[in-house]
């Protein structure tokens, strides 16, 4: 009924191939923007942008990240929070190194540094494929993060080994460090979010994204029809690394505020992982979908308890929470093992017909 | 069935806590760690710190006659869901207590825009005690710098330190590097070598590596600075590769009683730097027992009020209690604000008297704090492991702080100009 598409012709090839070629799409995109871009920012409690929106759209945007190399590229890696950490040492050191620099550009530029290491890594994804080029990722992640802990040039001697965000603004307003508001750092987040995804669905959808699902479901035919593999991987290592170095520089200098090497470990590439699997790899609107299951969800049942006025430990509510999101997780992926974005396509396809189910 | 109405109980006691709390109460929130890895040395400190809060609210009605709500937020230990609980809380909050060095550095820059002061006793960034800069944090009663300064005088009073070989062992973490700087300080003034052991945060369990290179090393002692798993992993260790105990020293975090209870015997002679410590025959624990565990209330059981840790959670909310006893007596007034409490924390006298007054005897050593200094610097006690529990080994040990006092000015300003602009305490003049 809602999603009736009688009577939406397509009288040119151009609108048959556009973005949206249903209009209630759009529509539902256009209303999804304008929650992110006014209605939130003008009603969500400080605790909303710490604890929910801002968090939910950094780790969208590193499972955005992961899921063009995973998911599109068909290149699995454990390294994700490694190349998250080389996003937030490398933002780190701009800013102190260059303290006029903007901090928006540095955050966009510290990209750049772990599209090169992640290059680097990628190269051995030219010989070894599936579970072997995991391990290899593995010692990325390893490696990269005894990096952070031994080498005391990237957090400038600390003695405590951590790096903090120092305040940066623009044009006097703070957009980073403690003094910055919630809602300042909401924006940069929104906008490098919102910037990176325009660009990955024109990616996924080009000449680019057509090679690298080629890759993904035949490496062999892709090449027999003339695709340069080594071109192919590595551009999907690169362009995914330097989406997750972003999202990484975001996930300290718009949220944590600090960090230590350890954040970096492998929890957080598991966690960038499970939120890739769950929304469904080879999709953009699953990241966020994942990402609020996984990220989000916690957060909101975390509340509930107290909302209600039922009288329970907070330790007990923790263990409740692990319990209950575990089970939505098994729950989801007994449903629709290809993820929430897969689920929510069904849906789709069963409101364009309803009520008359062929 | 026990458990049934246990819970039952509880959640009674919560609703009507609940309900009045509504009335009138001061929040002061505890972002506790119940779960994760580190649970084990979190629960007794959690349970000693709500117990003495129970206990006051139970015995006196609170402090001056409201009471405290003394909250947990679970963090599991993960910075994560530090900030989380620290910006839940942090609305009504009149303190925020972070638990973790992580989180302690995450929320130390917030809460100097959000006018909340952190209490982090014997944790966190050691240069908190210069309270000009940090005006908003405090670190009572001794810092970990404290700590290594205490470890390397007790060394030194069993015999000159020069040409020794120290090796620390410590966690491969902010708080395992803390007291790098002083060491390095004083190895070069006593003349001992230092040898920094890191142990990573995946080989807390398995140290036998470390261990291999303190055997290669064979120093004259080892100093700790371990939490959670590391612990009991480098004590086993340690009596596994026949390391004489007595060489083998711990900061306060190091000094768990079911770490060693796993070794027992073989552990004798295992010592631990602490400004706690547990006295079952002070009135508090009294007090406790009737107001507190016979009504029911706490989560705790006899074995572990008697540790190390149950009591040192009792003696961090006697602090925080007494900051806000002080405040309400400077204020006049019952219901206390954030900075209102800054004041009571910044100006907390513990006299000996006034320790036992509050029936604390021999739990804490006496300190005082004021504007220009936020640790107080109490100094502490060094405890051996008899082979059953934790004893007194020393007299009060105090720090000589003047030996690295300028160290602590030169980080605080190095931290301030780091996160510039930082709003400092212009109007304190008081010098330590």
């Known amino acids: 009924m809602l999603y009736r598409t009688v009577g939406q012709f397509k009288t040119t090839y151009e609108a048959d191939q556009a973005l949206f070629p249903v209009r209630q799409d759009a529509v539902l995109l256009g209303i999804i923007l304008v929650l ?243 929304g469904g790899l080879g999709s953009i609107l699953g990241n966020y979908l994942g990402a609020a299951l996984i990220v989000g969800l916690p957060v909101v049942l975390n509340l509930l308890p107290a909302a209600f006025g039922i009288p329970i430990d907070s330790a007990m509510v923790e263990h409740l929470n692990i319990m209950i999101v575990g089970g939505l997780i098994v729950f989801f992926l007994i449903v629709e093992p290809h993820g929430l974005a897969q689920l929510w396509r069904l849906i789709r396809e069963k409101l364009i017909i309803w009520p008359f189910p062929y | 069935m026990k458990h049934f109405t246990k819970w039952a109980v509880a959640a009674v006691v919560a609703g009507v806590t609940a309900g009045s709390a509504m009335a009138q109460e001061l929040y002061a929130p505890n972002l506790a760690y119940r779960t994760g890895p580190f649970a084990a040395t979190g629960i007794p400190l959690m349970n000693g710190q709500a117990d003495y809060l129970t206990m006051l609210n139970e015995r006196d009605g609170g ?106 062992l410590h966690l491969d973490h902010p708080y395992g590097k803390e007291p790098i700087p002083v060491l390095e300080k004083l190895a070069g003034e006593k003349g001992f070598e230092l040898e920094p052991i890191p142990v990573g945060l995946k080989e807390m369990q398995n140290q036998s590596a470390q261990w291999l290179q303190i055997r290669r090393l064979r120093p004259d002692y080892v100093v700790m600075w371990g939490w959670g798993a590391m612990n009991a992993g480098a004590i086993t260790e340690a009596v596994k590769t026949k390391f004489p105990m007595e060489n083998f020293l711990g900061v306060w975090w190091a000094g768990h009683d079911a770490d060693l209870k796993i070794v027992g015997e073989d552990g004798k002679g295992y010592k631990s730097i602490s400004w706690s410590f547990p006295n079952p025959d002070a009135p508090v624990m009294a007090d406790i027992q009737t107001h507190v565990v016979d009504k029911g209330l706490t989560k705790s059981n006899a074995e572990e009020m008697s540790g190390v840790f149950y009591s040192r959670g009792l003696i961090i909310s006697a602090i925080l209690a007494e900051g806000i006893r002080v405040a309400q007596e400077e204020y006049g007034t019952a219901e206390i604000d954030a900075s209102q409490l800054r004041w009571g924390l910044e100006n907390i006298n513990m006299t000996e008297e006034r320790i036992s007054e509050l029936g604390l005897d021999g739990m804490v050593p006496p300190f005082q704090t004021s504007c220009a200094n936020h640790t107080g610097h109490s100094g502490g006690w060094m405890l051996e492991w008899d082979g059953e529990k934790f004893v007194k080994v020393s007299d009060l040990l105090t720090p000589n702080v003047a030996g690295y006092q300028d160290l602590i000015d030169e980080k605080a300003a190095e931290y301030a100009e780091a996160n510039a602009p930082w709003a400092m305490n212009e109007e304190c003049n008081v010098t330590n």
């Open chain 2, 63 to 168: 402090i001056g006659g409201i009471r405290i709500n003394g909250e947990e937020c679970e963090t599991g230990y993960s910075t994560e869901k530090g900030v989380e609980c620290y910006e839940k809380t942090k609305s009504k909050a009149i303190v925020t207590q972070p638990w973790s060095t992580g989180i302690t550095l995450q929320v130390l820059p917030k809460t100097n825009v959000d006018e909340i002061p952190i209490l982090a006793p014997g944790y966190g960034f050691s240069p908190m005690a210069d309270g000009t800069t940090f005006q908003w944090a405090f670190n009572t009663p001794s810092g970990y710098w404290d700590a290594a300064d205490m470890i390397v005088q007790y060394l030194e009073g069993q015999g000159s330190l020069d040409g020794k070989t120290i090796a620390f």
């Open chain 1, 36 to 278: 992110a871009w006014v209605i939130f920012p003008l009603t969500a409690s400080e605790f909303t942008f710490q604890a929910i929106l801002i968090p939910v759209l950094v780790f969208s945007l590193a499972s955005l990240g992961l899921n063009i190399l995973t998911g599109y590229a068909g290149q699995l890696s454990l390294g994700t929070g490694a190349f998250m950490g080389v996003g937030a040492y490398a933002c780190y050191k701009m800013v102190t190194l260059m303290p006029w620099m903007n901090p928006v550009v540095a955050i966009l530029l510290s990209g750049f540094f772990s599209a090169g290491v992640g290059v680097l890594f990628g190269i051995p994804s030219l010989r070894i494929k599936g579970f072997y080029l995991a391990i290899a990722t593995l010692a990325a992640q390893f490696f990269l993060v005894w990096l952070f802990e031994k080498w005391s040039w990237l957090y400038n001697y600390n003695a405590s080994g951590a790096i903090q965000v120092p305040n940066l603004d623009i044009f006097g307003v703070y957009v980073t460090g403690p003094q910055a508001a919630s809602v300042t750092e909401y924006y940069v987040v929104l906008f490098v979010v919102t910037l990176l995804t325009m660009l990955c669905i024109n990616l996924t959808r080009g000449n680019l994204g057509r090679t690298w699902k080629a890759t993904r479901d035949m490496d062999i035919a892709a090449e027999l029809i003339g695709i340069n593999l080594m071109r192919s991987k590595l551009t999907a290592f690169a362009i995914s690394s330097y989406i997750v170095g972003v999202a990484g520089a975001l996930y300290v200098f718009s949220w944590k505020g600090a960090a230590e090497p350890n954040v970096f470990d492998i929890p957080l590439s598991f966690q960038v992982l499970f939120i890739a699997i769950i």
